[in-house]
């Protein structure tokens, strides 16, 4: 199960990286139930609008998940985002499915 933050290219992209990979990513290192993080820069698009960063907030199962998004540390980690990344965020949870 992840958890999947879409960011739109925000105004001051260095500032945007100092807040996000040295304060956000730390606080959601503390999140219970969160098994790993995975981020991405997209580089260049080739189709439909363009995004600046993807992240995969990685959770064994839904549950595990729904308990982690009622967490102080959660809401720690959010209010944060609210301070840099207002307007620039899409948040959804989703699971992989098999492409055969």
């Not at 080739?46 to 967490?71: C, I, N, Q, R, S």
């Amino acid at each position: 199960m992840r958890l999947i933050a879409l960011y739109k290219t925000p105004p001051d992209p260095e500032a945007f990286d100092r807040s996000y990979f040295q304060t956000h990513l730390p606080l959601l290192r503390q999140v219970p139930g969160l098994e790993r993080t995975v981020v991405t820069r997209f580089l260049r698009t080739v189709m439909g609008e363009g995004l600046y960063l993807m992240a995969e907030m990685h959770f064994p199962d839904e549950g595990t998940l729904k308990a982690a998004l009622k967490t102080p540390q959660m809401a720690e980690a959010g209010k944060n985002l609210a301070t840099f990344a207002e307007g620039l965020v899409s948040l959804m949870w989703g699971s992989e499915v098999p492409a055969s």
